[in-house]
């Protein structure tokens, strides 16, 4: 999603279900009373009746073990990866599901996943580690060079250029950086990864929408977490509120306030810590230092 994925860190329990899709839970009736009574006439009815409920028990259990299970190393994912496609059908395409299998377990991801550490730090050293002069100074620039885009932008979702410039310079450096991570595989070994696989099995059927919609291939790049775009969203972020072409800087900032909107963003109301729209910031990221600084430098690149 959007915003980087400190805020799924920060929002989302490290210790996640055990199985990346967890089968509902095996549930055997107990025979009604009345039920009982009658088909208990002869020991002969009862050995039938306790054999079938038994039956249903193993069937149930042999279902459940079908489940993809998560992992924490590379050396279940390729199993998971056949599971997984097996409990997709009917809802992947036979494209998207192929695109899947040629996804590789990501190192780099795990890596990243396991390293976010700047979010633990006070708002003044979070804001000298990010370079925030440098980002209000750009910003402010670039709120010059493109005010007729910008003020487009706020007339139709009420946002204005500071808190976006703030989100694009804090996300990708304003499109510099916007990752080199197969996107397919990020999403997909984090799916499979135990600390967080439910939320991310969600985003992996999103990116094999996008899949079969045209915007992500198997050969599509970007950030560690599976984001991608100038503001990185997540897949189910792109379908959700993208706009266009995330690779685009005005799709790109449309999407993202078309994001702060659908998070409760008013036209005209304050964005800083107390005010209305601090909430909205809150949506993008659940990181209180990361929301904070958000806040600081669109105010500074807002008032100039």
């Known amino acids: 999603m959007s915003g980087g994925i400190a805020r799924y860190i920060a929002s989302h329990n490290p210790e996640s279900r055990p199985g990346a899709v967890l089968a509902e839970p095996c549930r055997v009736s107990q025979p009604d009373p009345a039920f009982a009574m009658e088909i208990s006439v002869t020991d002969t009815k009862r050995r039938s009746t ?55 377990y990501s190192t780099a991801t795990i890596s990243a996943d396991r390293g976010q550490k700047s979010f633990k730090l006070s708002l003044d050293q979070f804001l000298a580690k990010r370079g925030a002069t440098t980002i209000v100074s750009r910003g402010r620039a670039l709120k ?43 999403v997909a070994t984090l799916a499979y990864d135990c600390r967080r696989s439910a939320y991310f099995t969600d985003q992996l059927y999103a990116a094999l929408t996008l899949v079969d919609r045209g915007m992500l291939s198997s050969s599509t790049r970007g ?19 993208g706009t266009g072409d995330l690779n685009n800087v005005g799709a790109a900032l449309s999407s993202t306030a078309n994001f702060l909107k659908g998070h409760g963003w008013q036209a005209g109301a304050g964005y800083q810590p107390g005010e209305p729209n601090f909430a909205a910031l809150q949506g993008w990221n659940a990181a209180t230092v990361y929301q904070r600084a958000i806040a600081q430098m669109g105010r500074q690149i807002d008032g100039e």
């Open 50 to 104: 306790l054999a079938a409920v038994a039956a249903v028990a193993l069937a149930c259990l042999a279902g459940g073990a079908e489940a993809a299970q998560c992992g924490n190393s590379a050396a279940g994912f390729e199993a998971w990866k056949s599971q997984f496609a097996q409990e997709a059908q009917g809802r992947a395409s036979a494209a998207s599901l192929a695109a899947l299998r040629e996804t590789n």
């Open 144 to 186: 010059r060079q493109n005010a007729a885009l910008f003020a487009q932008i706020e007339q139709r979702y009420g946002v204005p250029p500071g808190p976006l410039l703030a989100i694009w310079g804090m996300e990708t450096g304003f499109g510099a950086v916007r990752g080199n991570v197969n996107t397919l595989s990020a």
């Open 223 to 241: 950030a560690a977490h599976g984001e991608v775009g100038h503001t990185q969203f997540l897949p189910k972020n792109v379908l959700t509120y």
